[in-house]
């Protein structure tokens, strides 16, 4: 079972983390950047491993960037910054040898839960023919815009059920204890 809203949980037999990032590990964030975005970035005729660190380097936020630790390693991180509408998500690497196996997706619905709770959207974009538009796709991010090599895509927030109320509308603990109607004879 996971704790997602608190940042933390199991996932596939990974236990993972989200921690406050520090101004010391934009180093290897960078280094992540550059191996994820590698492939999608050739593909697009636009990697020079430089610039790739760079724009890194130059955007980092460690007091909106969140460390993944995976297993008690740094398996990757995740960036939400407070935009004028709702939140951006950006910077949101996933080491290649945990991509594929729920964790994406783990740590994602703990970023848009905590959103849903505030009633904001969340924005970001993702490179064209990324396989990434997939995950965030599963997650309720539809297009906005796109260009030659971006996909500019938002969520809205989902509505937070009422304390005591299940997601379906039903009063937690009011169910009968059988499916289907109840008859004369069965009361």
Same mark, same amino acid.
């Given at each position: 079972? &996971? =704790?997602e809203a608190d940042g933390r949980g199991e996932h596939g037999g990974v236990e993972w983390v989200l921690r406050s !990032?520090? !101004? #010391?590990? /934009?180093? /290897?964030v960078a280094e992540l950047r550059t191996v994820v975005m590698r492939p999608d970035l050739e593909r697009l005729g636009r990697f020079d491993e430089h610039r790739v660190r760079q724009r890194l380097r130059d955007s980092f936020s460690p007091q909106h960037t969140s460390v993944i630790v995976a297993d008690g390693t740094f398996a990757g991180c995740v960036t939400v910054r407070p935009a004028e509408d709702g939140l951006w998500l950006e910077h949101f690497y996933l080491a290649p040898g945990l991509q594929g196996r729920g964790l994406g997706s783990a740590v994602l619905r703990s970023v848009l839960n905590r959103a849903d709770a505030d009633g904001v959207p969340v924005r970001l974009n993702v490179l064209r023919g990324s396989a990434a538009r997939r995950l965030y796709e599963r997650h309720g991010f539809t297009v906005e815009v796109q260009d030659a090599i971006d996909v500019f895509m938002v969520r809205r927030p989902a509505p937070v059920p009422a #304390?005591? /109320?299940e997601p379906s509308g039903h009063a937690i603990g009011n169910r009968r204890s059988h499916p289907?109607? !109840? &008859? =004369? #004879?069965g009361r």
């Amino acid at each position: 079972m &996971t =704790a997602e809203a608190d940042g933390r949980g199991e996932h596939g037999g990974v236990e993972w983390v989200l921690r406050s !990032a520090e !101004a #010391a590990d /934009v180093e /290897v964030v960078a280094e992540l950047r550059t191996v994820v975005m590698r492939p999608d970035l050739e593909r697009l005729g636009r990697f020079d491993e430089h610039r790739v660190r760079q724009r890194l380097r130059d955007s980092f936020s460690p007091q909106h960037t969140s460390v993944i630790v995976a297993d008690g390693t740094f398996a990757g991180c995740v960036t939400v910054r407070p935009a004028e509408d709702g939140l951006w998500l950006e910077h949101f690497y996933l080491a290649p040898g945990l991509q594929g196996r729920g964790l994406g997706s783990a740590v994602l619905r703990s970023v848009l839960n905590r959103a849903d709770a505030d009633g904001v959207p969340v924005r970001l974009n993702v490179l064209r023919g990324s396989a990434a538009r997939r995950l965030y796709e599963r997650h309720g991010f539809t297009v906005e815009v796109q260009d030659a090599i971006d996909v500019f895509m938002v969520r809205r927030p989902a509505p937070v059920p009422a #304390a005591g /109320v299940e997601p379906s509308g039903h009063a937690i603990g009011n169910r009968r204890s059988h499916p289907g109607p !109840a &008859t =004369a #004879a069965g009361r």
